[in-house]
């Protein structure tokens, strides 16, 4: 089963490292929109999808994949107003399940979709050629594209951070995953900040599927496990907890990389171990608040 | 592999059809779900009256249509790759299986690789029942030529993310990784392969390259990739029923009949020539004609059907991708390495396959 010394570990925890800045690109879109509005977005997996292929389809035509790496999510988020727009907004005030079964239902047709226009093969994209190479860690030769996937995500965690605290739209935002009824009592539409946390949630999905598109390429299912694994981060962080999102997000992905090592059989249900366990701990997450998902 | 049912049908028609009637060839996409599988084909045989079926690209998919087949009494040629399709408890006397499966792909590939490229090997495999077929029967075969087993690694189908596997191999120094990704997975794992600089450090090999993601992958994924088919193109520079049937494809689609085309085409003309050496449509009279004359050969050179299972047995080539600049235009993407003459030995004996 392979010996335990630290040069053995550390290239899994690495490993382990860019799977989980997916996963938290992806819980933390997912973890905002349930927070402020409730809505579980089960497109969340096909968006990721469009993101890779959006990103092929800039790069094509512009030949830069830094122009590709900014549009493509910026197009899946716009999507994503359009769909809260003229799909979810008609949902709000039913039950929580009428969005859930909208969005499972578009991610079907997207997945389709996806496949009649750019087949069934799927589509190939490689990094840029400043980071097609390998960086000496020391203890292994790691991809720089890999490197670069963490150093990006981190970068817009930040950026999501100072967003949420330190501006007028953010504190609307947070007062509003609070109470709802209260943020309107004091006259701020709250339809436009859904639209815009709608947006963003679906426009990071977007940038995680152009970031994991040069690792795994782009094809029509690639979102179907994804979704199901980000939505397991976002219930063992707390639904709606953004740091919650990025704690677990980075858990999971250590629990995959470790558990290959030792055991590549059990890699995938150690994911779901892991929930049952936290659940039995802390019913609502390890950072959730109590009584938000009921 | 639609195309290749045309080209077939083309070609059958021009010469007349067979007893003076008209071959017409339905399709239906299956989907790639067993469901959906068996539901068209129940549709073909009671709707359409199909009289025969050729096709199946998943193996499970593949058993759902022949479980039809079978209750309706239509003939069945499979197209897909498995082992149980010509085994018992599945396979009937009207099934027949003209695709390779795993026990015959990876015994050749094993054996060549054994010979070629080194005996410390390190194999990942898509932790299905495709995926683990090969990978027993690969196994089986590095042992029997004194090669060492590293390690060997499931991975679940579909997950396009083998970086978490991938330090464990590479500490391990293998001088084959011998890899069993199917689909997508395929040029996702090369691209991981090679973004950690292991195809530097070991020879890369699978049971089967694939032309439609050899072509998405691209020369510069694929090169130095080793991995057996059962057509190539370019065998048509030294078979000249190959060229004929490249032609006839240039002809109608532009493009060369590629892996699967090719198992297609000659499965509709093996239904032709059944009928007609039976004269009649009547699949046990047609399944017994085949069987008497088991030996033909469409286009790639001689084949014949095995009278205990059914099964074809052909010739295949070993291939490895060509690499950056010395691809031929958008198809020639490998080259052929080594031809494996059509042996039974290379599949299980009746007796194996549950054949009194």
Known sequence: MGDLSLAAVLPQIFTGLVLGMIFVLLAIGLSLIFGLMTVVNFSHGALYMLGAYFTVFVLTYTRSFWLALVVAPIIVGTLGLLVERFLIRRLYGRSPDDPLLLTFGLSLVLIETAKLIWGKVGLTLDPPRELAGAVNLGFMAFPAYRLFVIGVTVAVLIGLWAFVTRTNVGLIIRAGSRDPLMVRALGINLNRIWLLVFGIGCGLAGLAGALAGPMRGAYAEMGVTMVIESFVVVVVGGMGSLLGAVVAGIMIGQVVGITTFFAPKLAEIMVFVVMAVVLLIRPSGIFGEAGLAE | MQRGAQLAQDELNGKGGIMGRKVEVLFRDDQLKPAVGAQRTKELIENEKVQFIVGGLAAHVQMAINEQTKKSNVLFISTSQSDEISAKPDTSPITF???????????????????????????????????????????????????????????????????????????????????????????????????????????????????????????????????????????????????????????????????????????????????????????????????????????????????????????????????????????????????????????????????A
């Not at chain 2, 004194?146 to 391990?172: D, M, V």
């Not at chain 2, 293998?174 to 020879?203: C, E, H, W, Y």
Request: overall charge positive.
């Open chain 2, 97 to 355: 299986h003209e695709a390779l499966n795993p026990t015959i792909t990876s015994r050749v590939i094993g054996k060549w690789t054994c010979d070629n490229l080194g005996k410390k090997w390190w194999i990942i495999y898509a932790d299905y029942a495709w995926g683990k077929q090969n990978n027993q029967v690969l196994q089986d075969t590095l042992k029997a030529n004194g090669g060492t087993l590293l390690g060997s690694t499931p991975y679940p189908l579909g997950s396009a993310e083998f970086s978490a596997h991938l330090p464990k191999i590479q500490a391990a120094k293998p001088d084959v990784l011998m890899s069993v990704t199917p689909g997508a997975d395929n040029i996702a794992f090369l691209k991981q392969v090679r973004s950690f600089g292991m195809d530097k450090q070991m020879k890369l090999a699978q049971p089967l390259l694939w032309i439609a993601y050899l072509k998405e992958g691209g020369p510069e994924l694929y090169q130095d990739v080793h991995g057996a088919l059962n057509w190539y193109w370019e065998l048509q520079d030294s078979i000249p029923t190959a060229k004929k049937f490249v032609e006839a494809s240039m002809k109608k689609f532009n493009m060369p009949p590629g892996d699967y085309g090719a198992y297609s085409y000659s499965g509709v003309m093996e239904v032709a020539r059944g009928v007609e050496l039976a004269k009649s449509t009547n699949a046990e009279a047609v399944a017994n004609a085949l069987r008497k004359s088991p030996t033909y050969d469409h286009f790639k050179g001689k084949q014949w059907w095995r009278a205990c299972d059914n099964k074809s047995f052909q010739d295949l080539w070993i291939m490895k991708g060509r690499g950056p600049g010395k691809a031929k235009g958008e198809w020639g993407l490998a080259d052929i390495v080594a031809k494996v003459s059509a042996d039974e030995k290379y599949d299980r004996t009746c007796a194996e396959k549950g054949h």
